[in-house]
């Protein structure tokens, strides 16, 4: 009875360390085990012979653009250029209804801007017959024509006022009033708008609009981006 109860924990001592043995290395992975990728292929270069037409961005045919407005041609009631003195407002136009400081509305554009962006301190704008007018230093630019009040313009020999109609308009600017837009305009809700170059190669970023209120002529005024 000793040699047999002294041998069996010797022979489960030894079944036990075999069956850790193999339960171990069961759970290992193998050595030649395949871990799956994604291979990423590059794009195909375009070829020399590829399209390309559609990046190239066609310039608008030139009868299609709407007409240029040479300010030199115009005359406010067939006298004044755009630009003139403060004698001649006075001698055409009289005294103005009113006038203000530049300096208290703060335009972030102005007509006699002088270098590095600055403009004459004493710098007003003139108030006549609902029209605005630029002055500085003896000088005149006209910003704003109302045809309300009896004034007008006077354009390669046609008379351009308040009694003038869009489609007498169309004779002189026939692109333009096709392509006319509607803005909503401060104080007044929306208005017709034709809309004119300035120049005939696009130097210039301004435009001229003419707005029309009741199928006739309202106001004109020079516009330019800040």
Known sequence: MKIIYSFMPIACIATLLLLASCGGSADKPKADSVTDTLAVV??????????T??????????????????????????????????AQFETVLGKPDSTRLLSDLEPCTTIFEEPEGKVDPQARYFYKNGSVYETSKGKVGIERISF????????????????????ALQKLFPIAV???????VHGEGKLQVVTLREDKNN?????????IKEGKLYYMEWWFPC
């Open 148 to 167: 309300t009040h009896g004034d007008f313009i006077t354009y390669r020999g046609e008379v351009l006022n308040g009694k003038t109609t869009l489609a």
């Open 53 to 86: 037409s559609a990046e190239i961005s066609q310039a608008p045919k030139a009868d299609t653009l709407n007409e240029v407005m040479d300010a030199n041609e115009i005359r406010l009631n067939g006298k004044l250029k755009r630009y003139f003195t403060t």
């Open 178 to 184: 096709k392509n006319i837009g509607v803005l909503n």
């Open 42 to 51: 590059p794009a195909a270069s375009p070829s020399p012979e590829a399209d």
């Open 203 to 211: 130097i210039s970023d301004g435009r001229i609009d003419i707005f």
